[in-house]
């Protein structure tokens, strides 16, 4: 059963505007929380995370929102760039070994 | 510095051969895993180590099998190829918090 759900399979946004991504996810005991970002033919690369003690983690333009009671995390990219187009995984851990991934959002920014 | 490499890039196989797939990372760290990304199920865990000689099943570790006989290396084997192993595979290395990816392995299992 999929933990870690990315509800939206793609999302498009005109170029300047905000690209908003969401991830939701069942267990309780997750604390970490990352956003990857995956081009074709590439593997992922590591975009932003943020602990559970926090409710907001900023980079750039790339701002990181949980809300623990929801189960909800979402990505806030601003202004959005065409150079953004690109698959975003989110995925959580529980502070073990293991991390589990959504199944991605394909963003497409319109120039 | 290369970071993760992965070796082939794409292989084309028949049911029942064996192959073995070889991640390598070049940044000393001790966690390394591998991943299978199919359309509609994200990536999903293989399996996964946490120093050298030492392995651990994932999510999906059926068919699979795996070793870590060097620090910088994990090879993960598949005895008998079968359709449903058709992926493309992903591995990654930690030091206990971020994952650093492979541009990964296309597998065709006919």
């Known amino acids: 059963d999929q933990q870690v759900k990315q509800n939206s399979p793609s999302l498009s946004v005109q170029e300047g505007r905000i690209s908003i991504l969401n991830c939701d996810y069942t267990?309780?005991?997750?604390?970490?929380f990352l956003w990857y970002k995956k081009y074709p033919a590439e593997g992922p690369t590591f975009l932003i995370s943020i602990s559970s003690i926090k409710d907001k983690n900023e980079d750039g333009r790339f701002t990181v929102f949980l809300n623990k009671s929801a189960k909800h995390l979402s990505l806030h990219i601003v202004p959005s760039q065409p150079g953004d187009s690109a698959v975003y995984f989110c995925?959580?851990?529980?502070?073990?070994?293991?991390?589990?991934f959504g199944t991605g959002t394909s963003l497409t920014v319109i120039p | 510095n290369a970071g993760v490499t992965q070796t082939p890039k794409f292989r084309v196989l028949k049911t029942g051969q064996s192959m073995t797939l070889l991640c390598a990372q070049d940044m000393n760290h001790e966690y390394m895993y591998w991943y299978r990304q199919d359309p509609g199920m994200g990536l999903r865990l293989i399996h996964y180590?946490?120093?050298?000689?030492?392995?651990a099943k994932g999510e999906v570790p059926d068919g699979y099998n795996v070793s870590r006989l060097k620090k910088q290396n994990f090879l993960l084997g598949l005895e008998s190829a079968a359709p449903s192993q058709t992926s493309v595979y992903f591995c990654a290395s930690s030091s206990g918090g971020t994952q650093y990816f492979g541009p990964g392995t296309r597998l065709l299992v006919l």
């Open positions: 995925a959580a851990s529980d502070g073990g070994n293991q991390f589990y």
């Open positions: 180590s946490v120093g050298e000689g030492t392995t």
């Open positions: 267990n309780s005991m997750f604390d970490y």
